[in-house]
C-alpha cells in the first residue's frame, strides 16, 4: 500500500446534490473531483436505479450540475459549457436513453432552480440594482478610472467578492415565452427558498443602504397562478435557517436568539394559513445542521428538507451528525446515521430517504434509507482504502472544569510502541462546529509521515446544545483551559507522543485559538495559524460580517467597551510570543480579513519571532476546502513542511511537494 500524500485528495469523489425521481425509484446526484493539471473541479451526473441497484454515468461533459427532475423520465440539470456571461444554461435528457439537449437559457446568473406547475421555474439568481452585470468594478467611470464602489455593508462578501447592490431575488420564469417576474422585493436579499406546485416560499430580509444589516428573515409565500404574494412572519423575529412545505403546509426552522443570541439552535413552525401566523410545532434545543469538520466534501449539499411527515434535517450529536425528522405530530427522532456525518439528504413522502454520508473514517458515499435500514448504494472511493495507508481515530473522553468532554487522536501510520512521534494539536473552526470521526485529509497525511494528530471539542462547539455552546462574550479563555487539559490527557494516554515535539494549529476559529495559544504558552514547537483574526477591534471594522459578529459576542460597540474587545484579542499578548509560526490567509477572505493575518505576523516579526506569511492569491475562507486544487496543494505542503522542519529529527524529515 502507498503512502497517502499532498496531492492525493484529487482521486477522491465527492458527490453531492441529491435529487429524487418523483416516484422515488431512481436519485440523480453529482459526482466531482479535483483536476490539479487544470487546476479546477470537474463535476458530471450520474443516476442511481433503485430496481435494478445500478449506478450509471449520466453525463460526462465535466461541467454539469444541480440536477431536478421534470417528470418521471426527464431530468433537468445546469452546465457551464456555452454559458456566456450573466447567464445560465440548462439542458434537459431522457433517463431511459439518447442524447441531451438544451431546455432553456436564462440571462440570470441562477443558484436555485424548481420546476412549478404549468411549465413554469421557481428560480433565485444575483439581481444587481443599479447595473445590468456584475459591479465588482467601475469600468470607464470618471476619466476612465477602475474603482470599487461601496455605499452600504457589506459591500463585499466572502465567497461572492464585491456585492455592491447586488441581492439573491426570487423569480419565476416561464420558458414558453421567455418571462422573468420578480417576487421579491429588489432591495431583499432572499437567504432560503422552496417550492411546490403552483407556491413559492422563501425567507428574506430588506438589506437598506445605511441600515444595521442583520440575519433575520421574514416567511413570504408567492402563488404563481394568481400572481399574489403574502409574508406570513415579519422580518425580524426569528434567524431562519429553512422554509419549504411539508405537504401543503409551510414549514420553517428558526430561532427567535432570546436566551443564546445569534447562534441558538432551531425549533420547528408551521403557517396557519387561516389566521396568518406561526405554529411552533416542534419544539428543539439540540443542534439543526451539520457541523462536523471536514476538508473532504466538495459541491452543494441540502442538509433539510420537507414532506407531508415533516422536516427531515442533518443535526450534529456529539462528535456525530445524524439525520433527523422533525415529524408534524411534534416528535423529533433519529432516523439514520451513527459514527460520521450525514451531508445531505433527499426524502421521499413514503418515509425513504436519499442521503449522502461519511461514516467513520472514510469518505462520502450515497445510501439509502428504507424500510428503517440504511444501505450504501455507491462505491465512489472503495479504491482508497484498498491503495493507501490510513490511521482510524480513537475517541478520548476527558474532563475539563468539571465538564466531560471528548477528543480525538490518530495515531502515527505504522505507529511502534517503543518510539516517540511529534504531534500536532488541531483546532476546528466555528466556533459552534465540531470534530468527528470523518476522514480528514490534511490529518490522513501528517499521520501517513510520522506525525500524531489530536483534536477535542471545547466548550462552544456544536452538538452538546445551546448551553455548551455559549461562549459569547468568554472567546479565548474557556477555550484555552480545555485545550491544554486535553494536552495533558493525552500525553498520559500516548506514552509514544513526545512532550518535546508539540506543534499547534487550525483555521478559522482555529486560527484565532492557534494566536490565542502562542501568546499564553510555550510548550509548543510550532504553530499554524490559517485564516484567523487578530484583532476583534480591526474585525469590526473589516470583516464581511461587519460590526455585528463582535457586537454579538460582547454586547457592546467598540466605542463603549473598547477594553474589553482587546482583552480577548491575540494580538494584546503577541509580545510574549516565542514560538515559530506560519501564518496562512487568502487574498479575498473577507469573514477574516487578511490585515489580521499580516497583523500578527508583523507583531512575531517585530519581536524578533520566526515566522512566515503565504497569502493565496484569488482565494476565500473556504481554500482549504472548495479552493482552486494548486492552491489547496500548495498550502497543505506549506503547512506541513512548517510542522516536519521544527517538530521532526533531521533523520525522520521527508520532502514535501505541492
Same mark, same amino acid.
Given at each position: ?40 473541479? =470537474? ?34 440539470? #445546469? ?22 439537449? =438544451? ?140 422554509? &419549504? ?59 433539510? @428538507?420537507?414532506?407531508? #411527515? ?68 455507491? @462505491? ?37 510502541? %517503543?518510539?516517540?512521534?511529534? &504531534? ?5 473552526? *466555528?466556533?459552534?462546529?465540531?470534530? *468527528? ?65 508539540? *506543534? ?50 460582547? %454586547?457592546?460597540?467598540?466605542?463603549? %467597551? ?70 489547496? #496543494? ?23 511537494? #505541492?
Amino acid at each position: 500500500m502507498r503512502r497517502l500524500d499532498v496531492r492525493d485528495f484529487e482521486r477522491y469523489q465527492f458527490p453531492s446534490g441529491l435529487a429524487a425521481s418523483p416516484d422515488g425509484n431512481m436519485c440523480a446526484y453529482v459526482v466531482a473531483k479535483a483536476n490539479i493539471a487544470q487546476n479546477c473541479y =470537474e463535476s458530471d451526473i450520474w443516476l442511481y436505479d433503485r430496481k435494478s441497484g445500478e449506478n450509471r454515468l449520466l453525463t460526462s461533459g465535466g461541467r454539469e450540475s444541480a440536477p431536478v427532475w421534470l417528470d418521471q423520465n426527464t431530468l433537468l440539470y #445546469a452546465t457551464s459549457e456555452g454559458r456566456g456571461a450573466g447567464e445560465s444554461v440548462f439542458r434537459a435528457v431522457c433517463v431511459d436513453g439518447g442524447e441531451s439537449w =438544451e431546455y432553456m437559457r436564462i440571462p440570470m446568473e441562477v443558484t436555485w432552480l424548481a420546476p412549478l406547475n404549468a411549465g413554469k421555474f421557481a428560480l433565485l439568481a444575483k439581481y444587481h440594482m443599479h447595473c445590468a452585470q456584475d459591479p465588482s468594478w467601475t469600468d470607464g467611470g470618471l476619466h476612465g478610472a477602475e474603482y470599487i464602489v461601496a455605499d452600504e455593508l457589506p459591500f463585499r462578501q466572502d465567497g461572492l467578492g464585491i456585492t455592491n447592490g447586488m441581492r439573491f431575488r426570487a423569480y419565476v420564469y416561464d420558458p414558453g415565452v421567455q418571462s422573468l417576474t420578480p417576487i421579491s422585493d429588489e432591495t431583499q436579499f432572499v437567504e432560503f427558498i422552496g417550492a411546490k406546485d403552483n407556491r413559492v416560499v422563501y425567507s428574506a430580509r430588506h438589506f437598506e443602504k445605511h441600515a444595521p444589516y442583520q440575519f433575520k428573515g421574514n416567511i413570504a409565500v408567492y402563488n404563481a397562478d394568481a400572481g399574489s404574494l403574502r409574508e406570513y412572519v415579519d422580518e425580524d423575529t426569528y434567524r431562519v435557517y429553512f422554509c &419549504g412545505f411539508a405537504g401543503d403546509e409551510i414549514v420553517f426552522m428558526g430561532a427567535k436568539g432570546l436566551h443564546y443570541g445569534y447562534q441558538e439552535n432551531s425549533s420547528f413552525y408551521r403557517i396557519d394559513e387561516a389566521t396568518g401566523r406561526e405554529v411552533l410545532f416542534a419544539e428543539n434545543h439540540e443542534s439543526t445542521g451539520n457541523a462536523v469538520c471536514t476538508d473532504s466534501r466538495y459541491g452543494h449539499c441540502q442538509t433539510a @428538507a420537507a414532506t407531508s #411527515a415533516g422536516v427531515y434535517y442533518s443535526a450534529a450529536v456529539h462528535s456525530d451528525s445524524v439525520l433527523k425528522l422533525a415529524g408534524m405530530d411534534g416528535s423529533i427522532r433519529v432516523l439514520a446515521g451513527g459514527e460520521g456525518s450525514v451531508d445531505c439528504v433527499s426524502p421521499l413522502e413514503n418515509g425513504d430517504a436519499y442521503y449522502i454520508a461519511m461514516e467513520k473514517n472514510r469518505l462520502p458515499e450515497v445510501y439509502l434509507l428504507s424500510g428503517g435500514v440504511s444501505q450504501r448504494i455507491t @462505491a465512489l472511493n472503495d479504491g482508497i482504502y484498498a491503495q493507501y495507508t490510513l490511521s482510524d481515530p480513537e475517541k478520548v473522553a476527558f474532563e475539563s472544569a468539571g465538564l466531560s468532554l471528548e477528543g480525538f487522536v490518530i495515531p502515527p501510520v505504522g505507529m511502534k510502541a %517503543d518510539q516517540k512521534y511529534p &504531534g500536532i494539536l488541531y483546532i476546528h473552526g *466555528g466556533h459552534k462546529l465540531t470534530f *468527528g470521526s470523518v476522514y480528514y485529509h490534511e490529518m490522513q497525511v501528517w499521520a501517513n509521515r510520522g506525525f500524531f494528530v489530536y483534536f477535542c471539542n471545547p466548550r462552544g462547539s456544536d452538538g452538546w446544545g445551546d448551553e455548551f455552546a455559549d461562549v459569547i462574550g468568554k472567546y479565548g479563555h474557556y477555550e484555552f483551559e480545555d485545550f491544554m487539559r486535553f494536552t495533558d490527557v493525552c500525553l498520559e494516554k500516548y506514552p509514544q507522543l513526545d512532550v518535546e515535539r508539540l *506543534g499547534v494549529g487550525g483555521g478559522s476559529y482555529g486560527g484565532y485559538m492557534t494566536n490565542w495559544i502562542i501568546g499564553h504558552t510555550d510548550r509548543f514547537r510550532c504553530a499554524v495559524s490559517q485564516r484567523g483574526i487578530a484583532s476583534l477591534i480591526s474585525m469590526f471594522g473589516t470583516s464581511d460580517t461587519s460590526y455585528l459578529f463582535p457586537v454579538w459576542q460582547f %454586547d457592546t460597540d467598540i466605542w463603549m %467597551d473598547i477594553e474589553r474587545y482587546w482583552e480577548h484579542s491575540p494580538l494584546k499578548y503577541a509580545n510574549r510570543c516565542t514560538t515559530p509560526t506560519l501564518f496562512i490567509h487568502s487574498e479575498n477572505d473577507f469573514r477574516c480579513p487578511t490585515s489580521e493575518g499580516i497583523q500578527m505576523f508583523q507583531a512575531l516579526q517585530y519581536n524578533g519571532i520566526e515566522s512566515r506569511l503565504c497569502i493565496f492569491k484569488g482565494e476565500s475562507h473556504g481554500l482549504s476546502r472548495v479552493g482552486k486544487p494548486r492552491n489547496r #496543494a500548495g498550502r497543505l505542503a506549506e503547512i506541513t513542511r512548517w510542522f516536519e522542519k521544527y517538530l521532526k529529527n533531521a533523520e525522520q524529515k521527508r520532502s514535501v511537494e #505541492a
